[in-house]
């Protein structure tokens, strides 16, 4: 077995555990954030392809040509020829640029040559994919404090000491015009205006520089300049890193396959791409407790691919927890917060997202109800009568018995137990929603070691609760 293999057959029983379990989840946060250092050199070449695929929109030729390429190099003692290009166009970045230095990360670890290419030519015209507008150019002090900050914020999720670092005014700068006029006049302009964004801007009136029409030009040369095997980009660069196939090809270079990654959804869960200017992102020069909470903020549906993102989960991994939540066995806030603990153990150690998560549970998970006027249940009066009675008599759900096993099939109808060390709230299955209150209130502290006598008990459904007497 691999030493990937190893740790995920011992990761994937503790995600068989309780995850409200701060013990479990240190374990798994331990366990899944190593593998990011794992060398990954004893995969076989389909099982390398086949990992870096997991995490990819597309892989052009196709999963099994990079295979095939990783065998050839291998058979060669060499590792792919892999690059990746960065216009510095902001000192300040968020998790949505990791997403290919995680990737890039696996390519490092699985023994390939990493070339992380700094566009400092091409950051002065501006990559225009899904630009509505120009880009305003930058400067050569721009690029470089820009480069500073991305590079010392991106650094938990990549080794730099381990990668090529090149800059493509090398081989911009001292291009000829003659050069690239002969090198224009074998591309059809039709190739270069597929691009929707170019077709929408022409179509709504707006401006379209030729140095924007040019800069997959550039790009392209770049891939040429290097010799690449494997070019990475986001989804959105696809027709950019095609052209460097086919001027690879015009050179008589062996094209590159081009991978291609997610674009991530920001974190207000309208479907719109993590931004800055859209404040739905999460910055990497966020503290550990904003980071936490931020991501504790999404949408349940969000958690699958961000665990895809920015975890080093397996796919039976991620499948196997989020199966979990939809068969109601694992409380999407517990596996929300698992999320929020990998993002935080990343950037800052596994100590402070532990810390993080205990302030988030104190913060917003063990709010006392003792100050906080709630209608009060007599388990005197109402102790025979089911759950949902005393749901539609004192938090006036009706119907009673429909509205509390909804209620309960969502995880929403608890005991929540205060005592002088905390609060604890369990979970009622949706069962126990037909059952006599004061059976299940004895039983739930019978089993929490708990006694009614010094406690306080509530009722919660929902976001209404209700406090229990005289148990």
């Not at 077995?1 to 013990?23: C, F, H």
């Not at 998790?95 to 023994?111: D, E």
């Not at 039976?316 to 694992?330: D, F, K, N, Q, Y």
């Not at 709010?367 to 089911?386: N, R, W, Y």
């Amino acid at each position: 077995m691999t030493r990937l293999g190893e740790s995920v057959a011992r990761a994937s029983e503790l995600l068989t555990q309780d995850l409200s379990s701060d013990k479990t989840v240190e374990r798994l946060l331990e366990e899944t954030g190593s593998r990011r250092y794992i060398d990954l050199t004893d995969l076989s070449p389909t099982e390398q392809a086949e990992l870096i695929a997991s995490r990819t929109v597309e892989i052009l030729p196709g999963v099994a040509e990079l295979a095939k390429r990783i065998e050839e190099r291998r058979g060669a003692g060499q590792g792919l020829a892999i690059k990746l290009g960065i216009d510095p166009t902001a000192a300040d970045v968020h998790l949505g640029h990791v997403v290919p230095m995680i990737i890039l990360n696996r390519f490092q670890r699985m023994g390939h040559d990493v070339t992380l290419l700094i566009g400092d030519f091409t950051a002065k015209i501006g990559d225009p994919s899904g630009r509505t507008a120009e880009r305003p150019p930058l400067t050569d002090d721009d690029i470089a404090r820009n480069l500073a900050g991305y590079q010392g914020q991106v650094r938990p999720f990549f080794d730099f000491e381990k990668v090529n670092f090149r800059q493509n005014s090398e081989w911009l700068a001292p291009y000829t015009f003659p050069e690239l006029l002969g090198l224009l006049a074998q591309v059809p302009v039709s190739q270069l205006l597929q691009r929707e964004d170019f077709r929408n801007r022409l179509a709504a009136g707006s401006g379209l520089t030729m140095s924007e029409l040019l800069y997959p030009i550039a790009q392209a040369l770049d891939s040429v300049a290097l010799e690449c095997d494997v070019e990475l980009g986001g989804a959105d660069q696809l027709l950019n890193l095609q052209m460097g196939r086919k001027l690879m090809e015009l050179r008589g270079q062996r094209p590159q396959l081009v991978v291609t990654m997610p674009l991530i959804e920001g974190t207000d869960g309208t479907g719109a791409k993590m931004s800055k200017s859209k404040g739905n992102y999460v910055a990497l020069s966020a503290t550990a407790e904003d980071v936490f909470g931020k991501i504790m903020s999404i949408p349940d549906r969000l958690m699958k691919p961000y665990l895809e993102a920015w975890t080093e989960w397996t796919d039976a991994e991620i499948t196997a927890a989020i199966a979990r939540v939809e068969e109601r066995s694992l409380h999407p806030m517990d596996l929300k917060k698992v999320l929020a603990g990998e993002v935080v153990a990343a950037l800052y150690g596994l100590e402070k997202a532990m810390a993080a998560r205990a302030g988030f549970v104190a913060q917003f998970s063990k709010k006392s109800f003792t100050d906080v006027e709630t209608p009060v249940v007599d388990a005197g009066e109402h102790g025979t009568e089911s759950i949902a009675t005393v749901l539609s008599k004192v938090l006036e759900f009706q119907p009673s018995a429909s509205a509390a096993r909804r209620v309960a099939k969502q995880n929403g109808l608890r005991l929540v137990i205060e005592t002088e060390g905390g609060q604890e709230s369990v979970v009622l299955p949706e069962a126990q929603a037909v059952r006599p209150l004061a059976e299940v209130v004895a039983e739930t502290l019978a089993s929490a070691g708990l006694t009614g006598a010094s406690d306080a008990v509530y009722l919660k459904a929902g976001r209404k609760i209700a406090q229990v007497r005289g148990v």
